[in-house]
């Protein structure tokens, strides 16, 4: 069967609006897709005796045992061995099940030796040569698949003209992606010490093609040896394992507004008060309205009239936030008022 590219979208774009939004089924498990990048003859990027579809894997089943540990969350994998999985059939698998989350784990790689550190993925495009050379990798996979010209009809990973049409589909998720993978980022920063390269857009096939919030993790760089060999030994994916399940459980827990059922996975993020005058040990709570890579000026019309806007800046993501109070009833207002103004994913945050 031919799959024609343009109309992938329509067809996509269609299903994802007459789907009930991921943010509703709390009657239901949450639904973790966990890919393992690369596989089979595609072995990824390989440096030093380290090769990346070997370490994906691996790290890929450790950051489900650690979600399985909790009732509430239904893990499923696009690949649990050592198979090729055409990357058309890897959001295949995220849709059909309905998922809430698709997280894909990867490992970087340069011809520079030197560069080291974690970075995450997000639909979009980029105006950096390196992040399209990044794009281009990971979608050239599509290249290794019998019949790609006819599967992919209309796509060419090498042109960055077919990589324009791919944001089309993830407008929807966006937000909702780049916070999982800020919290992703901020637990490999603040948890392990690892470097962080940020967050970024880019034009991905594997996040285009699913219609639920997803990321790409790139753990790290197998060509800097010290690092592949900390993303190569038991005790580097165990710790990146759980830092990524940890970031799973607390977007679930701040969207569905339910903690995982496992204190084993689940640990308590608290970020820094921007612009706060309360007194240091209070807890105070905003409404997060959106996040977006543009610098919004904080007026009300930007804001479908809401004052009291401030705002933060981290791994080049500006949040905007409504309001500010001690109290959490109060604060529940604000989201209410938040969502009837035209902001439908508004939620509380606190800070120390």
């Known amino acids: 069967m031919k799959f024609n590219y343009y109309s992938f979208f329509l067809i996509a774009i269609v299903t994802f609006l007459s789907t ?20 089979g003859k595609d072995p990824g990027n390989s440096y030093h005796g380290f090769t990346e579809k070997d370490i994906a894997l691996k ?6 045992q650690f979600l399985e540990k909790s009732s509430d969350i239904k893990v499923i994998y ?3 061995t050592d198979v090729f999985i055409e990357l058309a059939n890897r959001p295949k698998i995220a849709n059909r099940a309905n998922a809430n989350l698709f997280v894909s784990i990867h490992c970087n790689s ?23 050379e990044v794009a281009k990798k990971e979608n050239s996979v599509i290249l290794l698949e019998d019949n790609f010209k ?5 796509f060419d990973p090498n042109k960055p003209e077919s990589l324009i049409g791919l944001t089309i589909l993830q407008e929807e998720n966006l937000n909702n992606s780049i916070i999982l993978a800020t919290e ?6 603040n948890k392990l010490n690892r470097n962080s390269r ?70 308590t993020i608290v970020s820094a008060a ?62 209410l008022e938040a969502r009837s103004m035209g902001y439908p994913d508004a939620f509380v945050v606190s800070f120390n």
């Open 110 to 132: 340069v011809k520079n030796y030197q560069p080291y550190g974690t970075e995450t993925f997000v639909m979009g495009l980029s105006r950096s040569d390196l992040n399209l």
């Open 150 to 154: 006819d599967t992919y009809q209309g």
């Open 59 to 64: 790290t890929a089943l450790k950051v489900g």
């Open 198 to 267: 940020g967050i970024k857009q880019q034009p991905l096939w594997v996040l285009d093609a699913v219609y639920m919030p997803s990321v790409l993790i790139e753990l790290g760089f197998l060509s800097n040896r010290e690092e592949g060999e900390y993303l190569n030994s038991e005790e580097g994916q165990d710790q990146m394992a759980l830092q990524i399940a940890n970031a799973i459980v607390e977007y679930k827990k701040k969207y569905l507004g339910i903690a995982s059922t496992s204190n084993n996975v689940a640990q």
């Open 78 to 80: 696009t690949r649990t």
């Open 20 to 39: 009930t939004s991921v943010f509703s089924q709390i009657d239901q498990n949450f639904t973790i897709i966990i890919d393992a990048g690369h596989g």
């Open 184 to 189: 992703i980022q901020d637990n490999f920063t």
């Open 274 to 335: 921007p612009n706060t005058t309360t007194d240091k040990n209070t807890t105070v709570y905003k409404v997060q309205l959106i996040a977006s890579a543009k610098n919004i000026p904080l007026i009300a019309r930007n804001f479908n009239g809401l004052t009291n806007i401030t705002s933060t800046f981290d791994n080049q993501i500006y949040r905007y936030l409504y309001g500010e109070t001690t109290s959490l009833a109060e604060a529940q207002k604000l989201e």
